[in-house]
Each structure stands twice: as C-alpha cells, then as structure tokens.
C-alpha cells in the first residue's frame, strides 16, 4: 500500500486535483480520498457550464461537487468566475442580440459596458452568493495578462468592452457576495516568466491601490521537463508575497515535451524521460516546502495519466503529465514527491 500524498504533505500545504464529474465515483473517487485534500472543477463551475443562456444557471454538476467535497472532508476551489474561454456569447450580445463588439455610436458602446458589467456582476453574486459557505478559495479572473496584446492586456471581449473595469467588477461583486472569509485570487499561465510576471505585479498594484480587493495570485503552473527552472518560479512567488499577497499553485502539470515541440513518444515513454520528468517534480516540491511560507496549496491538473487536457493539446499524442499513471499507478514522479518525507 502506498503512502497518501496530501498526508505526506501535511505538514506543509494541502494537496489538490482538478475533477471532472465522472471522477467522484469508482477507481477515481477512491484516488482523491486518499490522496488530495483539495478538489476543483476542471470545467464544471466554468462560465458556459453554470449560465449557458443568460438567467438560466445551471448547478447539478457544480452542486455535486460540493456534496462530494462536503461527503469526504475535502476543500473544493472555485475555477473560474470570468474568463474569455468557456464564456457563452450572450453575455457579448446588445439589447437587439447583435454583437457589441461590432458597435461604433460612442453612446451605444457606452450602454453596452453598462449591460455587459451588469450581467458580470449578476453572474459573480449569484454563484457567490450560493456556494460562499461551501468554497472559501476562488479564481476571480482567469488569464487577463498577456504581454503580446496592447498594454500586456489580454485583448479579449472583456478588455475590448469594458478595459480593465471587468476585473474590478469581478472583483468587488465577489467580496460584496461572500464577505472577507472567502480569498480572491488572479489566475494565470507563465507567472514564472519576467515580463509576464511584472504586468501581473502591476495591475495587481493597481488594483490594490484602487481598493480592489485581491487576496492572491494563482499560478497555473503547466510546465515541462525542459523549462521553465524552478528558480523562476519561487521567485515570482516570493514577488507577490512580498506584496502582500498569497499564492496558490493551481494548475500543475508536467509535460514530456519541450514548446514547440509537436513529436509524440507514442506508445512507449522513454524511461530517461520518466526519470527526467521525477527529477523536477522532486526538485518543484522540494523548493515549495523549504519555502512554504510564500504558498498556501498546490493543485495538480488532473488526477492521472488517464486524463489530462494536454493529450489533445497542442497536437493529440501520448501525454504523462501527473503523479499517476494511465492505469492509476504510482509514478517515479510520485515518488520523487514523496520519498523524501518518508520516516526512515
Ligand atoms: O463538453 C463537451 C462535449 O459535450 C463535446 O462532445 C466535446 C467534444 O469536443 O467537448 C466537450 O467540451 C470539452 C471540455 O473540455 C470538456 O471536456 C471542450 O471541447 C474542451 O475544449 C475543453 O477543454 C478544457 C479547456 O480548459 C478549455 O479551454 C480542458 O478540459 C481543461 O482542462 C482546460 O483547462 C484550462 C483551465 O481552465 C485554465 N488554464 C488552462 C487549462 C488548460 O487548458
């Protein structure tokens, strides 16, 4: 029998993996008991699954994850209240359901934010206002930076309408809805990466400034075997520590390959490259707990091998991402992670 990750972990920080509803019951459900005490919905409580058509939200899928979080003494995350993925196009439509977007009367545009903010605001307080007893950590945003598009601002259909106001929006509905006891956090990709990291640092500061309130950063944390190192990582960390703000490691994953790279191992993974892949999930979390003070949790993307976003993504190949294999089993990456707290 092998040993619980997140007991493993106790005495440094809850362990966590995303789930899909098919996964809270059999081989699955048995795996998350054991090993993770965090959950959050890989797609479940995105945007287009709780309000497909505007005021109709739909919660069975979301609801159940509560119950199971709740049945099992698990703490589930919210992801993700806005984001421009997953988003259904009705909260872009005008009044006469044509696309805002397309709008060029100034006084028109204006009305439109107005509508569209409304409709952010009312998406925010009503899920809110239902789980805040339930869900103390949520990803208010969801990848907004991107240092490509004009002002390091992602140039999404939130941005284009509304420039950062639907961040601030987000923001002040979800803390008005659930009080302080709940975290905000800013979710995002590539935290490690300089450029990235400081447009991040800098819209936080701003918001902060303009008393909006943000409790954390997450770091979505979807790396390889070759980059980025694990330097880069603790140190935009210890960044937004030092501003006062928590952070979260809330999507890791580990792939096989390099960026760019579109080969496929196929049916057989090396086993350098396994070996490869343990070495830096040891090094990852040996850096997180001897500095545990600047995170509060780590979520890994997935629970094994068997299913992960990255098997159809960038090109459909072979993926090994996670701690488990396809069949469920212990990776050396597990091990790597666990070994070294392990009572001699
Ligand atoms: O639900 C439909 C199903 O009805 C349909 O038959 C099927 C056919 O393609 O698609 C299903 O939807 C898929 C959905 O996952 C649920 O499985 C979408 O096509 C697919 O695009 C979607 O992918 C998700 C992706 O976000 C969307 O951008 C991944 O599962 C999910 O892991 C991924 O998660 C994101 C985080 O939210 C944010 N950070 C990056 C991360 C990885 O991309």
């Given at each position: 029998d092998i040993?619980?990750?997140?007991?493993?972990?106790?005495?440094?920080?809850?362990?966590?993996?995303?789930?899909?509803p098919y996964q809270m019951t059999g081989l699955h459900a048995d795996m998350l008991k054991k090993h993770m005490n965090w959950l959050v919905a890989e797609n479940a409580m995105k945007p287009a699954s709780l309000q497909p058509r505007e005021g109709e939200f739909q919660w069975?899928?979301?609801?159940?994850?509560?119950?199971?979080?709740?049945?099992?003494?698990?703490?589930?995350?919210?992801?993700?209240?806005?984001?421009?993925n997953q988003t259904p196009d009705w909260f872009f439509l005008d009044a006469e359901g044509k696309p805002m977007e397309n709008e060029t009367d100034p006084v028109k545009r204006e009305a439109n934010k107005k509508l569209l903010l409304e409709r952010l605001d009312t998406h925010v307080r009503t899920i809110?206002?239902?789980?805040?007893?339930?869900?103390?950590?949520?990803?208010?945003?969801?990848?907004?930076?991107?240092?490509a598009d004009p002002d390091g601002m992602r140039a999404s259909l939130w941005y284009k309408l509304t420039g950062t106001e639907y961040i601030e929006t987000a923001f002040r509905a979800a803390r008005e809805a659930g009080g302080s006891d709940i975290k905000l956090y800013i979710n995002d990709y590539g935290t490690d990466d300089p450029v990235k990291r400081d447009r991040l640092?800098?819209?936080?500061?701003?918001?902060?400034?303009?008393?909006?309130?943000?409790?954390?950063?997450?770091?979505?944390?979807?790396?390889?075997?070759?980059?980025?190192?694990?330097d880069s990582i603790i140190e935009s960390m210890r960044k937004f520590h030092e501003l006062g703000l928590d952070n979260l490691v809330t999507e890791l994953d580990m792939s096989l390959y390099?960026?760019?790279?579109?080969?496929?191992?196929?049916?057989?993974?090396?086993?350098?490259?396994?070996?490869?892949?343990?070495?830096?999930?040891?090094?990852?979390?040996?850096?997180?707990?001897?500095?545990?003070?600047?995170?509060?949790?780590?979520?890994?993307?997935?629970?094994?091998?068997?299913?992960?976003?990255?098997?159809?993504?960038?090109?459909?190949?072979?993926?090994?991402?996670?701690?488990?294999?396809?069949?469920?089993?212990?990776?050396?990456?597990?091990?790597?992670?666990?070994d070294p707290l392990q009572q001699p």
């Open positions: 040993p619980s990750l997140a007991e493993s972990y106790a005495d440094y920080f809850p362990i966590g993996a995303a789930i899909e069975e899928q979301a609801d159940r994850m509560v119950q199971f979080a709740r049945e099992n003494k698990m703490e589930l995350r919210f992801h993700t209240l806005v984001w421009h809110v206002e239902r789980y805040k007893d339930d869900i103390r950590s949520w990803d208010v945003v969801n990848e907004v930076i991107e240092p640092a800098e819209l936080v500061t701003e918001l902060l400034d303009k008393g909006v309130p943000v409790d954390g950063v997450g770091h979505q944390t979807h790396i390889s075997i070759h980059w980025p190192t694990v390099a960026w760019n790279d579109r080969s496929d191992f196929g049916e057989d993974i090396p086993e350098e490259i396994l070996q490869k892949q343990a070495d830096r999930y040891g090094e990852l979390f040996e850096a997180f707990r001897s500095n545990q003070e600047l995170l509060s949790g780590v979520v890994l993307w997935g629970i094994a091998d068997d299913h992960t976003w990255l098997s159809s993504f960038p090109v459909t190949r072979t993926e090994a991402p996670l701690l488990f294999d396809e069949l469920l089993q212990a990776k050396p990456a597990f091990w790597a992670v666990v």
